[in-house]
C-alpha cells in the first residue's frame, strides 16, 4: 500500500468554505510535500514541510505534521472554484546513510469546490 | 525559467513494441526523477538519476530502464510493452533530489493497445 494514505478520498464543498485534507504514513520520513493535480496533467507543487516544522502557511493553505501520528493536514481556506483539483500527499524518505531517496505519493483526495 | 518538458505528450503503440520517453529538466537541476500514474496504482516511483547516474529504483520489472545524459537530460525506455504499462508517465526534476521542491513536468500519456 501507499506510504501516504489521504482522507478524504473526495470532498465537495461551496466556494468560500475551507477544505481540510489529511494524509497518514507509516515510515520515518525527511519531509512531506503537498501537490496538486488538474485533470491528469502535471503535479504542481504546493507545500513542502520538513519533520522539524510543525506547520507552514502559504497564501491560503496551511499545512501541520504531527511526526508522533505520523500524519499532516492541509488546509485551503476561502475555496474558489479554481482550487477543483486532486490533492496529494508525498513522504520523502532519504535511504540510509545516503541524502537520497523517492517521494511515496499518497492515492489523493479529489477536490470539487461549486461555484 | 523554462519549467520541465515532456516529449511526446501522448503516444499510441501496440503490445511488444519498445517506447522511449524523453524529459528536459529545468536548467540548473542534476536529479531527475520518474513516476508512473494509472488510476489503479496512483503514483509510483520509478526511479531517479542524478548527474548520469541512477541513485535509487522502484519496483518495476526490468523492462523499464532509463538514463541520464551529461546536459541532466533523461529518457526512458520501456521494452515489450504490456497493456498494463498504459499510464501517464511524468518526470521530476530538482536541484539535488528528494529533499527539495520537485518540479513536474505535464507527463507523456502512453496508450498500449
Known amino acids: 500500500s501507499q506510504q501516504g494514505e489521504e482522507d478524504p478520498q473526495a470532498l465537495s464543498i461551496q466556494e468560500g468554505e475551507n477544505a481540510t485534507m489529511n494524509c497518514s504514513y507509516k515510515?520515518?520520513?525527511?519531509?512531506l510535500q503537498w501537490y496538486r493535480q488538474n485533470s491528469g496533467r502535471g503535479l504542481v507543487h504546493l507545500i513542502l514541510?520538513?519533520?522539524?516544522?510543525r506547520e507552514k502557511h502559504s497564501g491560503r493553505l496551511r499545512v501541520t505534521l504531527d511526526t508522533s501520528k505520523k500524519s499532516s493536514s492541509l488546509l485551503i481556506t476561502a475555496s474558489r472554484a479554481a482550487d477543483t483539483a486532486s490533492y496529494f500527499c508525498?513522504?520523502?524518505?532519504?535511504?540510509?546513510?545516503?541524502?537520497?531517496?523517492?517521494?511515496?505519493f499518497g492515492q489523493g483526495t479529489i477536490l470539487t469546490v461549486h461555484p | 525559467k523554462a519549467g520541465v518538458t515532456q516529449t511526446p505528450r501522448y503516444l499510441i503503440k501496440t503490445r511488444g513494441q519498445q517506447v522511449t520517453l524523453s524529459c528536459s529538466p529545468i536548467?540548473?537541476?542534476?536529479?531527475v526523477s520518474w513516476y508512473q500514474q494509472t488510476p489503479g496504482q496512483g503514483l509510483q516511483f520509478l526511479f531517479e538519476?542524478?548527474?548520469?547516474?541512477?541513485?535509487n529504483k522502484g519496483n518495476f520489472p526490468g523492462r523499464f530502464s532509463g538514463r541520464q545524459f551529461s546536459n541532466s537530460r533523461s529518457e526512458m525506455n520501456v521494452s515489450t510493452l504490456e497493456l498494463g504499462d498504459s499510464a501517464l508517465y511524468l518526470c521530476?526534476?530538482?536541484?539535488?533530489?528528494?529533499?527539495?521542491?520537485?518540479?513536474f513536468g505535464p507527463g507523456t500519456r502512453l496508450l498500449v493497445l
Open positions: 521530476a526534476s530538482s536541484r539535488n533530489g528528494i529533499q527539495e521542491t520537485q518540479y
Open positions: 515510515t520515518s520520513i525527511n519531509n
Open positions: 514541510i520538513r519533520s522539524n516544522e
Open positions: 508525498a513522504t520523502a524518505s532519504v535511504a540510509g546513510g545516503t541524502s537520497y531517496g523517492k517521494l511515496t
Open positions: 536548467s540548473g537541476h542534476r536529479s
Open positions: 538519476y542524478f548527474s548520469e547516474t541512477q541513485r
